[in-house]
């Protein structure tokens, strides 16, 4: 009998810690499905950033298209690239919070989870650079996670459409573009981090520039101002 109070308690201790971040995942996705599926509404999304490299060359690419995205950054990237977090933010583009040291909130203690998503760093937290909206590292929040991001005002941003280019083989650009193209929009998430092989930021730069040729050709409306996040919560 002992025994089984102690896993039922157990049990009952991490459906607490765990299960609102399960809620609030889910939640989430199901808002910017309902938002964004088959609404003619696309919004381009990077996390993990900035790369000192690729977060420039999309900076480029965007401002030739006339076109605004969502960066959600990690902490000590944004702090090791202060004057490219600012650039971000002066071009119109929404920053988004993705902790500061990106760990994933199922496998770290309930400690070290709860500080690296509670506290965005001071060059992120006032000024034209503040964070408007938050993404849990590989998707993943617990009870911490989610009272953090009720505690700052930040709403949950997920993915509808996850493009790949962490894979350790890359998919074809096409058939990401195919998938958005079918649901009639959605939220894509891309990434902006600088990564050892060469190949990841031109991928990333030829969706972009596809995704956008298809967002004019249907006539589709680009999101990334914290307005159009609140409106799809």
């Not at 600012?86 to 770290?108: D, F, L, M, P, Y």
């Not at 894509?188 to 092989?197: A, E, F, I, T, Y």
């Not at 930021?201 to 409306?221: F, G, H, I, S, Y």
Request: charged share 20%; with cysteine.
């Amino acid at each position: 009998m002992k025994a089984l109070l102690v896993i039922a308690g157990l049990v009952i201790t991490l459906g607490l810690w765990y299960g609102p971040g399960v809620i609030a995942r889910r939640l989430a996705d199901r808002r910017l499905i309902r938002a964004t599926r088959g609404q003619g509404v696309l919004a381009l999304t990077y996390d993990d950033g900035p790369g000192p490299n690729t977060t420039p060359a999309l900076l480029d690419l965007l401002a030739e298209h006339d076109a605004k995205a969502t960066f959600f950054m990690v902490g000590r990237c944004a702090e090791a690239a202060p004057e490219l977090t600012r650039r971000v933010a002066e071009e119109g583009h929404t920053i988004g919070w993705h902790s500061h040291r990106h760990r994933n909130q199922w496998k770290s203690d309930p400690i070290r989870a709860v500080i690296d998503v509670w506290r965005p760093p001071t060059l992120l937290d006032s000024g034209p650079t503040s964070v408007r909206v938050f993404r849990p590292p590989y998707g993943k929040m617990n009870l911490g996670t989610v009272l953090a991001c009720l505690a700052r005002g930040l709403p949950i941003i997920t993915w509808t459409h996850a493009s790949g280019d962490t894979f350790a083989t890359l998919p074809e650009v096409g058939d990401i573009v195919d998938a958005v193209r079918r649901e009639g929009g959605g939220v894509v998430l891309m990434h902006d981090n600088d990564r050892g092989d060469a190949s990841r930021a031109p991928w990333v730069l030829d969706l972009t520039a596809r995704l956008l040729q298809l967002a004019r050709e249907q006539n589709w409306r680009i999101i990334a101002s914290p307005p159009d996040w609140n409106a799809s919560r």
